[in-house]
């Protein structure tokens, strides 16, 4: 995917990347959107600017996503991307959705979601277990309408951890071929997770984006 992100940049190899900050403190969101955006883009993470990051008051990860990303746009300047993604599970009426990366409480890790989520399911069979990732990418421009879009994944919620890569549910989302997003290699992740196929959408108009010449 990085390639295919690459190829929409000017043939001038002089040429230098664009800035494009991204509005997460989350270590791991950071870690798979620079592998997607670089080299393309010169990827900095909100920490090296003074800014204050936006309140997640949506009810929607859309909402969430415009939020983040234009809070960021506007303290910078530059151009923002911000993700806001969850787990959607279909016994659970879509929890814990939204509010995914605090489902424990608003202190709690991924570890405590993660526990959360199998006490919750801990009385659902194999065959109702269903579940999706949802991410959503929100891409902030000064000057420009903020571009939005989304990508999902289908799989159920596993009966155990398994796999050390990834985070946040990863370990508990399993595909239909039986492995978990923790278990994929992150080159295989970065092209079925649901940040990656939000992450191919949006390919689809950066190549206007690079044309306008943002700093």
Not at 22 to 42: D, F
Not at 55 to 78: D, H
Not at 134 to 145: K, T
């Amino acid at each position: 995917m990085t390639n295919q992100i690459a190829t929409t940049r000017s043939n001038d190899h002089e040429s230098q990347p664009a800035t494009i900050v991204l509005a997460t403190a989350n270590a791991g969101k950071i870690a798979e959107l620079r592998h997607l955006l670089e080299p393309a883009w010169r990827v900095r993470g909100m920490n090296e600017f003074n800014v204050v990051a936006a309140e997640e008051t949506g009810t929607t990860f859309e909402e969430n996503a415009i939020l983040k990303a234009e809070a960021i746009r506007n303290q910078t300047g530059l151009v923002c991307l911000a993700d806001d993604s969850g787990l959607e599970v279909d016994a659970l009426n879509g929890e814990p959705g939204v509010y995914s990366a605090r489902y424990a409480g608003p202190d709690a890790n991924d570890a405590a979601n993660r526990q959360k989520l199998l006490q919750a399911m801990n009385d659902k069979g194999a065959d109702n277990r269903s579940c999706r990732f949802v991410g959503v990418l929100a891409l902030a421009i000064p000057g420009r309408d903020t571009i939005i879009v989304r990508g999902e994944c289908e799989g159920t919620v596993g009966f155990e951890e398994r796999g050390t890569n990834g985070f946040g549910y990863d370990s508990l989302f399993v595909f239909h071929d039986g492995r978990t997003m923790a278990e994929l290699e992150p080159a295989e992740k970065d092209q079925v997770s649901h940040r990656a196929r939000a992450m191919q959408q949006l390919l689809r108009v950066l190549p206007d984006v690079l044309a306008a010449e943002v700093p």
